[in-house]
């Protein structure tokens, strides 16, 4: 049975452009919806760009050139999307600092009820996008190198980074 990558790109190939983007909008679009989600931290917000992205993939379908797997064409252009959402949010969200409450100390949860997605959202920028590429959307180091256009070895390095701190935070999280 053929790879759905390679089905996709016979498809694309053959410029049966509706067929493929079915196949992909099928295959990915709970996956990016949650890179959406945890890069933007607004589950509304990420419901209307993952709309736009495969929107915008739609109108470009005609342009693939084969260099990358569909897949890591749309997820670059789905990570692209939603920094430029996240940049675009830090310009409109200001107000005066008198107008800010103080935020009120929660008791954390145990750490056996920890939801990792809230501690993956904690860590820098790239790393969660890493992470969330590599381990909760099954992608290879390969392919989230290509998507990010690193290094294999730069995915590795943060992956370990990564996991430091999540062990860090989730240690911390017992102790309170």
């Not at 990915?28 to 990420?46: C, K, S």
Request: with cysteine; charged share 30%.
């Amino acid at each position: 049975m053929p790879d759905v990558e390679d089905e996709v790109q016979g498809l694309l190939r053959a410029r049966r452009y509706d067929e493929a983007f079915e196949r992909l909008l099928d295959r990915h679009e709970a996956q990016v919806f949650r890179m959406a989600v945890m890069m933007l931290r607004d589950h509304g917000r990420a419901e209307e760009l993952t709309q736009d992205i495969f929107l915008q993939f739609w109108r470009v379908l005609p342009r693939y050139d084969g260099r990358a797997a569909p897949s890591t064409w749309l997820y670059t252009m789905a990570r692209n999307a939603c920094l430029s959402a996240l940049r675009a949010a830090v310009h409109r969200r200001t107000s005066p600092l008198e107008d800010v409450p103080e935020p009120a100390a929660a008791r954390p949860a145990p750490v056996d009820a920890l939801d990792i997605r809230q501690l993956v959202s904690r860590l820098p920028d790239v790393q969660r996008e890493i992470v969330t590429l590599f381990y909760l959307q099954d992608r290879s180091l390969k392919e989230v190198a290509l998507g990010l256009d690193l290094p294999e070895g730069t995915i590795k390095s943060h992956l370990h980074r990564s996991r430091q701190a999540l062990a860090r935070m989730m240690l911390e999280r017992g102790g309170e």
